[in-house]
């Protein structure tokens, strides 16, 4: 058996989350331009860039855009998108990247972080972000809110897809929010089961691995409506910083 992120992002991880959607994404999009007030045409990577929804409004908005995936499955998805073109598709694990750097933005979106088990790995990923930032290139580094997680868990829940029973249960357990889930076809055939599994990092532990990782923070919202973090009452942890220019 892989890693869990090997194993979960394939075809089905596009029927469990096809509630994600792009015009949620271009209007987040919005906001995060004005974040980091990038000049048109500036070469931003998305990290982690999954079926590509964020990477084609970053295109659409007038950025030079890559998009790096581990998945196949959620490239091919992202490939066969209307404006797919526009974008540099690369298959890639986040701690090492077969690129040069160069870019003037990187974004991590929607939890696409934490899936190690030890810290150090999960610092690899934040060095890669340095690495690939031009001196005073600004990063995005969206990330869930552990209280918020810990106080809105949903134990088990159960909906359907079409033909696909999608049954799903959450626990937190050891420093980690996992989610087992089981999807079952009404037309028949064997359930197929996957888990997911992210390592729960306060505030304070982000600012150190972000710190280590040779970047600077300069702000944390709680939200892309642009709200302060609130430790007990924020959706999100979306970091935004810069890779800083002296000692670069």
């Not at 089905?12 to 209007?27: E, K, M, Q, S, T």
């Not at 089981?182 to 150190?208: A, M, N, W």
Request: with cysteine.
């Amino acid at each position: 058996m892989g890693e869990w992120y090997e194993e979960s992002f394939g075809e089905d991880y596009l029927i469990v989350y096809r509630h994600r959607d792009f015009g949620g994404a271009r209007r987040e999009v919005e906001r995060m331009i004005g974040w980091l007030e990038l000049p048109q045409g500036a070469r931003v990577l998305d990290l982690c860039c999954g079926m590509g929804r964020h990477s084609l409004a970053l295109a659409e908005a007038g950025y030079e855009v890559t998009g790096v995936d581990l998945s196949e499955a959620l490239l091919r998805e992202a490939r066969a998108q209307a404006g797919a073109e526009a974008v540099t598709w690369i298959r890639s694990d986040m701690r090492q990247l077969p690129l040069e750097g160069g870019f003037e933005a990187v974004v991590n979106l929607f939890t696409s972080f934490g899936y190690f088990d030890e810290d150090e790995e999960q610092v690899k990923v934040l060095r890669e972000i340095h690495r690939m930032l031009v001196p005073g290139g600004k990063f995005i580094v969206d990330f869930l809110n552990p209280a918020h997680v810990i106080r809105h868990l949903v134990p088990h829940s159960v909906r359907e897809d079409g033909d696909t029973r999608i049954d799903e249960s959450r626990r937190i357990e050891d420093g980690y929010v996992k989610k087992d889930i089981i999807l079952t076809s009404k037309s028949g055939g064997p359930p197929r089961e996957y888990h997911e599994r992210v390592k729960l990092y306060p505030l304070d532990q982000f600012r150190e691995m972000i710190a280590a990782a040779g970047l600077q923070l300069e702000a944390v919202h709680g939200s892309y409506e642009e709200e302060e973090y609130v430790a007990e009452s924020s959706g999100r942890m979306i970091f935004t910083g810069v890779r800083p220019v002296r000692g670069s």
